[in-house]
């Protein structure tokens, strides 16, 4: 059995290369800022909630993408859903509300929620571990291998779209949109744009999209809102909105322009500016059970 002395001796050892660890987690930390992640070209998906009509094919599309119970196809013509508003779950990634219009006389539109692939993710800035990544395609996607579980993502969104598995014991996900990832890189489109009827969902270059919204709302300004959403809130997302009306503060949050990690970096400064983070600390723990185990075996 390991002495009290060799336990010590193999702690100071494991811990000053955890405090290593530390030290490098602190300055990856301190290194990253807004403005050090200027995006590539992402691509990006235009909504016209002025085309929607509330058929639901997206929430069911989504769900088949992502391995989740469907339900019927004929189900989601069922419009009772919309008496109440909806937040994606992990039960669904996608979901669509129906609000009413600030004209009394004008009738109710639909707007399709998601996770919004911001420019600049809270939620990546926000994770510990690295679970979380903004890809050259613009999607934000989560890593299982890398997760620790500590729900800082969920907090950090200013969209308040990450969900847990609360009810699963073991191995609960983080899930929200991934932007079909996977999907895209075989070449295909978002399930949600593939199916969608009525083409209110147009993916491409965001740059492109974000000139196509512009278009709309200069030939028909009757019929839109002049302002595209996320063009420039929490500094841009991928996903963009247009409408009949103002979608700010009624379907989305009233947001800033200044980018959201800013926040989330200086909580995480104060928190691991005296303190080991929780990998470290984990690090430390794990090295000392593996080799008071393998002292164990060999005595």
Known sequence: ????????????????????????????????????????????VLVDSTLCIGCRKCEWACKGAHGLPQ?????????????????????ALTIV?????????????????????????ACVSACIVGALSKEENGAVIWDTDKCIGCRYCMVACPFQVPAFEYQKALDPKIMKCDFCFDRQKEGKLPACVEICPVEALVFGKRVDLLEEAHRRLKNYPDKYFNHVYGEYEVGGTSWLYIGSENLSGKVFPKLGTETAPGVTESIQHGLFAYFVPPVALYALLGGIMYLTKKNEEED
């Not at 002395?5 to 301190?30: C, D, H, W, Y």
Request: proline residues 7%.
């Open 71 to 91: 339900g019927d196809f004929d189900s989601y013509e069922d419009r009772s859903v919309f008496k109440k508003m909806r937040r994606p779950d992990d039960t």
């Open 97 to 121: 509300n129906e609000y009413k219009p600030n004209n009394l006389g004008d009738p109710d539109f639909d707007v399709k929620i998601q996770c919004m692939h911001c420019e600049h993710p």
């Open 1 to 44: 059995m390991q002495s009290r002395r060799e336990f010590l001796k193999t702690s100071a050892l494991i811990g000053a290369a955890t405090m290593g660890v530390s030290a490098v987690s602190n300055s990856k930390l301190k290194a990253a800022s807004p403005e050090s992640a200027a995006p590539a070209e992402h691509m990006g």
